[in-house]
């Protein structure tokens, strides 16, 4: 099998004055705070203290810590689409079968979700609550969901699924909806004597979108 010409790493899309500025410094520090299940907890004038932004500062931008959670989920979502376009660009697979594609995006993508649990589960909470969040959270589960099905459908001759469209956009659908389970409820949210790793999980995805899409050629089963 050919490597990808790059690893698949996650992308920091430009945006407008980029440079250490009081809205990045104060984005970031909420970032690490939801990371660290301590976001709830914070007052506005303690994330302005951690981000060394004097408080005035942060009033003058965001009314309360909510606004600045919504902003932050934005450029979340800006830097989500700019990954997802670079990962699932049809020119990085070409001459790549779909047990490949699905065997380094799963893994990509279970491991992108563990360093960003705190904001996950923040935002999917937020998306509950808050028609703006769930919307654009719909918009960029959507992006991905296009972008996997075009890679999927140039490869309709692999599968055996009877619905090829319908398959790969559900496929997407399956992944996104055990990890942000996961994201959800950590490990109390796995019951009885199963207890996966991440590297388990990212298996026992790959296996079973490949069995649903029905795929199974040779090199299928060896993840």
């Known amino acids: 099998m050919t490597p990808p010409a790059t690893a698949l790493t996650w992308?920091?899309?430009?945006?407008?004055?980029?440079?250490r500025t009081t809205a990045e410094r104060l984005?970031?520090?909420?970032?690490?705070?939801?990371?660290?299940?301590?976001?709830?907890h914070a007052t506005a004038d303690d994330i302005a203290r951690r981000a060394s932004v004097q408080p005035s500062a942060f009033y003058a931008r965001y009314p309360d810590k909510e606004a600045l959670l919504r902003e932050l989920h934005e450029s979340f979502l800006v830097d989500g689409a700019a990954t997802a376009e670079a990962v699932l660009a049809p020119e990085r697979w070409e001459g790549r079968s779909i047990p490949e594609i699905l065997r380094e995006t799963v893994t990509f993508v279970v491991r992108s979700y563990r360093e960003r649990e705190g904001?996950?589960?923040?935002?999917?909470?937020r998306a509950g609550m808050d028609e703006e969040v769930r919307e654009r959270s719909?918009?960029?589960?959507?992006?991905?969901?296009?972008?996997?099905?075009k890679l999927i459908l140039a490869r309709r001759k692999e599968?055996?699924?009877?619905?090829?469209?319908?398959?790969?956009?559900?496929?997407?659908?399956?992944?996104?909806?055990?990890?942000?389970?996961?994201?959800?409820?950590?490990?109390h949210g796995e019951s009885g004597h199963i207890k996966l790793t991440d590297e388990q999980v990212?298996?026992?995805?790959?296996?079973?979108?490949?069995?649903?899409l029905g795929v199974f050629s040779a090199d299928t089963w060896d993840s």
Request: charged letters at 15%.
């Open 138 to 149: 719909l918009a960029f589960s959507q992006l991905m969901g296009e972008l996997l099905r």
């Open 119 to 125: 904001l996950i589960r923040a935002f999917l909470v």
């Open 27 to 40: 984005q970031q520090t909420a970032a690490e705070l939801l990371n660290e299940g301590m976001f709830e």
């Open 202 to 212: 990212t298996t026992e995805l790959i296996h079973a979108v490949l069995a649903y």
């Open 159 to 187: 599968l055996l699924h009877p619905a090829p469209a319908i398959a790969a956009e559900f496929s997407i659908r399956v992944i996104h909806g055990v990890l942000q389970s996961r994201a959800l409820t950590g490990d």
């Open 11 to 19: 992308v920091n899309a430009p945006k407008s004055n980029r440079s």
